[in-house]
Every structure is written in C-alpha cells, then in structure tokens.
C-alpha cells in the first residue's frame, strides 16, 4: 500500500512550472465552475507568484488583512521559504502534488506559488458554516448534559477537552478516503485503554482502501468485525456526554469531520440497552429501569409470534374464558393468525416510518391517530382480532424504550421470522429462534471483544455494571472483560468511609 501511495505521489507531481501553465492546469480542472475560481498572477522584480483559491469557501477578510497584505509588501521576498516562513499564518503547509492541491482547494485552502519552484505553499483561511450546540434529537435526555455534537470536528474535540481535562486523553489523527480525505480522530484515555483495542482500531482505519466515506455510520460499517451482520457492533452516539462516560471506563470512540456523531468501540449488546441517565439516578431507580428495559426487549420480539403461536396450535395454554373471547373476535377475521398479524406489524411499521420522515408535529399526529383509526378501521372489517392489535401496540411501545436507534430497528426486523417460525412450529419454532439468536450472538465479536460479555465469557463481577447499579462508592473497577492498565477507579474503602462534621 505503501509503496502505491508513493507512486502515485511522484505521478502527481507537476512542479516546477511556469504560473501561466499552473493556471491552465488548475482552470481545467475547474472549467465546469469557472465562476468560482478565483486566480490572481502579481509581479515584482521580474519575479511572478499565482494566488488561487475557491471564493466563496475562502474567509475574505483573513485572505487580504493576513494573507495578501503581507505578501505583496515590497520588504517580503518572493521565495517560497519566505512566503511559507515569513507570513504570520499558522495553518500552512507545502506540496508538490497535483492532487493534494484540488483536495485542500475545496476544502478552502488558498495557494501561492512563486514561478518555477519546486512546490507550492497552502494557508488554511477556510470560512466553513457550522450550527451551534443543540440538544441531541434522536438521543432525548431528562438528566444530565443536553448538547449534542455537530458538523463541525474542532467543535466536538472542544466539547470533549473541556468535559476531560486531562493531559492523558489522546485525539490521534488519521485521514481516511483517498480522493476526497477526511479527518477522523480516535478519543482515548491513554493510562486507562488496553493498548490491543488502540492497535486494532489504528490498523482498520490506516488500512482502508476507499475515495471517500461519507459518513461516521458509514466508517463504522467499514470497521466492524462482520460486515454481514444485522446486529449494530459498535454504539453510535450523538451524546458527547455517554463518549466521555465511555472513554473513562477504558473504551475507545472515533469521530469524523462533518458528521455529527460518533461511535464506540468495544460495545456489548447490552451496552445498547443502557442510557446515560442511569448514571445520574439513583442506583436503585437506574437498575429497575434497565431491568424493565431487558424485559421490554423481550416482549418486542416474541409478544406477537407467541399470539401466532397459541392461537394456531397451542389453545390449551389460554384460559376458557379468554379463550371464548379469542374465538368470538376471531370469527370474522378469514386469514389465518400468521397473515393477520404480518398485515398488521407492517401497518405499524408504516406508520413508524411514515412519522420518522414527516415534520416533528404532524409525524406525531399521524403517528398517534393513524394507529387509532388503523387499529379500529381493522377490527371493524375483520381483518384483525381485538387481542392481536393489543399485542401489536405492547410490541410497538416496547420497541420504543431501547435507547439506541439501530438497536431498536434490529429487533423490529428479528420479530417477522420469528412470527414466520411461531405460525409453522408454534412454540417449539419461537424456542429455536431464540436458540439460533443467542447461538449467533454468542460467535460476535465488536473489536475482538465478545458482544455477549458479561455473560459469555460468565464474569460474575460485571453485572453490576450491566444488569444493576451498586451504590457510586461500591462501583470501584472498570469492567473485566475491557482489561484497561488501570482497573481500579478509586479505592473503595476511602469512598465508603464517612465522615462527621467535627472530624
């Protein structure tokens, strides 16, 4: 790869020239926009230098106060040491590559070259539009920090410094895509991370082989471990504050300059049933809520398939009384439970989509009254039964309590084969589902840590750190299964020691 990259550097490399052939050569490059290209020749003392840049990504006032005003003061030589040593600009840099120039020109750079050198200096005088800080939209928060990250990268590192102001955190920089690079940075606290994690992540990132990534979802699909994979291996996370919480237990996130998000590495399957408000309840109140969230889980999945179930093969499990009920609410439905309750999983998840991609106020109400009107209009023609739509709708609400968006979305999708295997087994084909889940989960992996820690590998010592809180002064060592070089984070013993006021 190496040895590629340098061949293709020295086949870029266009210098010396003359200023009237580099600005032909640019200009090709740009015929299609000529407007936006703005090419300047000056000479002095039979010396000529080209300035050049894209207007409207350029800020125009650093460009004359810092840039052209110096540069065109007859006490500056027109050298290219000069130029890249003598003007009071700190971002700038010298290349010699045709390809490194039209990559930095849009991304705001402004060239100056001094006819017939060897390479070409770039200053950083980007004007880039970014939004201010806001609260997270897809990772709503009661407690704690309400800001989410933004486009903008120096924006998300600031955010990050001011929450961990540490001289031992590290932002290691890499560039990754080819022929339009961007800037990902891995976070990490470097006396607390296991070093293998840092490696693994290095190699993938350094490693990859493609012209542009356009996102930081996308990068993450680019590095996880199976790309085949339905379950989401890493946690992607619009909340600076849940990075911070991550890094400090010996994980490791990676951001990407414009986008808005950020993803963490290694994460466990449970770690998409957590919310960053636990930390900030009390421990007790924290583990009821996760606990009720695992339960919820569980009753998204297989609430409807155990209706298709019983009401096909396994009468004998409901009651008489309910069972009479069922048969009366039944009799006007002419599809057998598995088409009735596929036809009415994909109404909801039409409504579901319908009010993610409508304005926030009307997705509401098409939400709310479309699965009224729908739920209703259906019992009334026969299409459904009362039970199924109450079975529907407790699945529905279920989904909702999982923090994560991908994660969620995954156990949507899990609840149509194993409504298919309920209508063609009945319970035994709802208990080979959940066999062939818990087996396929088992043989993930999300960095080369196994996804269903603390399970598998058992650790009985992580579960309060994942099913249940401890009181704070209890909660003394980062996870197991993160083997970090600094396992304690406190001692325990100082913690839980009080203290009277005379003392």
Known sequence: MRSRY?????????FPLKVSELEAKIKSKFKRNPDDLLFSTYEHQEKKIAVFCLSYLVDTSKLEDNL???????????THHSILNDIPLEKRSSTDSLQEILNKLILGDVFV?????????????SNVETRGLEKAENETVILGPQIA???????NLNVLRQSIQSTDVVFEKIMVGEHIPREARIVYINSVVNGTDVQTMRERLQELEINEV?????????????????????????LPDRV????????????????????IAPSTFFSFLESTEDLYMRWNVGSILRILRMLAMFISISITSFYVAIVTYQYELIPAELLISLGKSRAEVPFPP?????????????????????PTKVGQTIGIVGGIIIGESAVQAGLASNILIISVAMSALASYTTPNYLMATTLRLIRFPMIILAAIYGIVGIMFGFCFLIIHLLRLTSLGR???????????????????????????????IAQTKQPFLFSRRKAAKKKDIDE
């Open 6 to 14: 340098k061949r293709n550097r020295q086949k870029n490399r266009i």
């Open 338 to 358: 598995i088409i009735e309750a596929l036809l009415i999983e994909f109404l909801v998840e039409l409504l579901r989509e319908a009010g993610a991609r409508l």
């Open 214 to 238: 356009e996102d930081i979802s996308v990068l993450k699909q680019y590095v996880e471990d199976s790309s085949f994979n339905i379950f989401p291996q890493y946690y992607l996370t619009e």
């Open 149 to 155: 990250f933004t486009e903008s990268l120096t924006t």
């Open 244 to 263: 911070v919480y991550a890094v400090q237990k010996g994980k490791i996130a990676v951001l990407l300059d414009r986008s808005p998000s950020s993803f």
């Open 68 to 78: 052209l005003t110096p540069l065109l003061n007859n006490e500056l030589a027109w």
């Open 450 to 480: 196994p996804y269903l820690s603390p399970l598998y590998p058992l650790q009985w010592k992580d579960f309060n750190k994942v099913f249940f809180h401890l009181p704070k002064q209890f909660q003394s060592k980062r996870a197991y």
């Open 113 to 125: 070259y001094v006819e017939e050198e060897d390479s070409i200096v770039s200053f950083k005088l």
